[in-house]
C-alpha cells in the first residue's frame, strides 16, 4: 500500500513562499508519476503541477507558472512543490497524489491512485 504523507504547509503574507513536501512510503517512487493538487472548500479539486518518474516532464496550471516549482529527489523518496509569490487565491488545501504511469491525463484527478492526507496553505493579504 503506498501512503503518501504532505508536510510544509502553514500561514504566509502575500508574496511569501514555501515549500511543500510529499514523502512516499510503501512503493518504488521511481515508478510513479507525482503532482499537487489544491482545493478550497466548495470547489472542485485543482490540478497545479505534475511531474514524471525520471523529472524529465513537468506540467503546471496556467495559474501557478513561474511561480511554483515542482521537484523530486528519488533517492529520498519525495517530491516537492516550492511555491514563490503567493497570493491570496492560492489559500488552499495541498494534496499529493501518485499513480504508476505517465500520460496526458495526468492533470486529471480521477487519474491517480493515490492521495496524500492534504497540507494547509493559508496566504494573508
Known amino acids: 500500500q503506498v501512503l503518501l504523507v504532505e508536510s510544509g504547509g502553514g500561514l504566509v503574507q502575500a508574496g511569501g513562499s514555501l515549500r511543500l513536501s510529499c514523502a512516499v512510503s510503501g512503493g518504488t517512487v521511481t515508478r510513479y508519476t507525482m503532482a499537487w493538487f489544491r482545493q478550497v472548500p466548495g470547489k472542485e479539486r485543482e490540478f497545479v503541477a505534475c511531474i514524471n518518474w525520471s523529472g524529465s516532464n513537468k506540467d503546471y496550471a496556467d495559474s501557478v507558472k513561474g511561480r511554483f516549482t515542482i521537484s523530486r529527489d528519488n533517492a529520498k523518496n519525495t517530491v516537492y512543490l516550492q511555491v514563490n509569490s503567493l497570493k491570496p487565491e492560492d489559500t488552499a488545501v495541498y494534496y499529493c497524489?501518485?499513480?504508476?504511469?505517465?500520460?496526458?491525463?495526468?492533470?486529471?484527478?480521477?487519474?491517480?491512485?493515490?492521495w496524500g492526507q492534504g497540507t494547509q496553505v493559508t496566504v494573508s493579504s
Open positions: 497524489a501518485a499513480k504508476a504511469a505517465w500520460g496526458p491525463a495526468a492533470s486529471l484527478p480521477n487519474w491517480y491512485a493515490y
